[in-house]
T-cell receptor
């Protein structure tokens, strides 16, 4: 099992609320990623980071934002949740070096916006 | 940009029979290929990867994959399927020319019939 943690595992929240999805890893990995996945469907990269104070947008446009103030922590924030944000959010990290390092995934947060 | 195709939506196989999950890729430069498995309500678990060297790669839980450069394929195989292998399988590719992000296929649902 990879040492990467996500909280909460499940979240049901009303429209307009601000939410933060937490992701932490204890492996000292420099790279971290956020993916969005509808149940049983493909993954879409929405944010990634190559290190502290580095964040980039991914392939799928997202209204969420991320920060990377500490190596081990990569939270995702939605300022105003909408039903269209209902999905599963997966956090991942990978180790040193640019090539061939597999990503390790957290258990995911299933978000439902009512 | 790199991409992966997993042509089958679902693979059904009887327990004890060989299991094959197909994956073809498109990438500029040398490919770095990965297989992941996802169980219900869980994150992705790394199975195996091809970076260089032998075309037959062995991974976790008795899985292996064969890299075929001429056919741009990286099919996942298991000689004898178990009911517990029923899950969602994702193929992924990373471009070897400096792009550090993974592109995932849409996934294949594997159903092993007792």
């Amino acid at each position: 099992e990879a040492d990467i943690y996500q909280t909460p595992r499940y979240l049901v929240i009303g429209t307009g609320k601000k939410i933060t999805l937490e992701c932490s890893q204890t492996m000292g990995h420099d790279k971290m990623y956020w993916y969005q996945q509808d149940p049983g469907m493909e993954l879409h990269l929405i944010h990634y980071s190559y290190g502290v104070n580095s964040t980039e947008k991914g392939d799928l446009s997202s209204e969420s934002t991320v920060s990377r103030i500490r190596t081990e922590h990569f939270p995702l924030t939605l300022e105003s949740a909408r039903p269209s944000h209902t999905s599963q959010y997966l956090c991942a990290s990978s180790g040193f070096g640019f090539y061939g390092n597999e990503q390790y995934f957290g258990p995911g947060t299933r978000l439902t916006v009512t | 940009a790199q991409s992966v195709a997993q042509p089958e939506d679902q693979v059904n196989v009887a327990e004890g029979n060989p299991l094959t999950v197909k994956c073809t890729y498109s990438v500029s430069g040398n490919p770095y290929l990965f297989w992941y498995v996802q169980y219900p309500n869980r994150g992705l678990q790394f199975l195996l990867k091809y970076i260089t060297g032998d075309n037959l790669v062995k991974g976790s839980y008795g899985f292996e994959a064969e890299f075929n450069k001429s056919q741009t394929s990286f099919h996942l195989k298991k000689p004898s399927a178990l009911v517990s292998d029923s899950a969602l399988y994702f193929c992924a590719v990373r471009d070897g020319d400096g792009n550090n992000r993974l592109a995932f296929g849409k996934g294949n649902q594997v159903v092993v019939i007792p």
